[in-house]
């Protein structure tokens, strides 16, 4: 996979628009479409790694009390339950912060045994 951006630095609170390959085979992009949030989409076959990376950029996005965050899964392949393992977390904080999460997922069959 080519890295199309260096990796976000978690303490710039996700400014800007950037492209993080967190592994072979997985991408994390994080997009601010003009709205008070952001759009995450998270694409490929995810590890352990990716999952690592995941979450701290969408708590790094909670630190900026955005209005909502938006969570694409549609073009997620291995790790799904990984992937909702952490925002399961996410949702709470998100909850308790007022930030609306929202998950966009397509249909898979459920993971077997990973």
Do not use: K, Y
């Not at 592994?23 to 998270?42: F, I, K, M």
């Amino acid at each position: 996979m080519t890295t199309i951006a260096p990796p976000l630095d978690p303490t710039t609170s996700g400014v800007g628009d950037a492209l993080v390959a967190p592994g072979p085979g997985a991408c994390v992009e994080l997009r601010h479409d003009g709205v008070d949030g952001a759009v995450v989409t998270v694409s490929g076959d995810v590890a352990c790694r990716d999952v690592a990376v995941l979450s701290r950029h969408l708590h790094t996005e909670l630190d900026a009390s955005p209005a909502a965050i938006v969570v694409d899964l549609t073009r997620l392949g291995a790790g799904r339950v990984a992937v909702r393992q952490v925002l399961a977390v996410v949702h709470e904080r998100a909850a308790a912060g007022g930030t609306r999460l929202r998950l966009i997922e397509s249909g898979h069959p459920p993971e077997s045994g990973r």
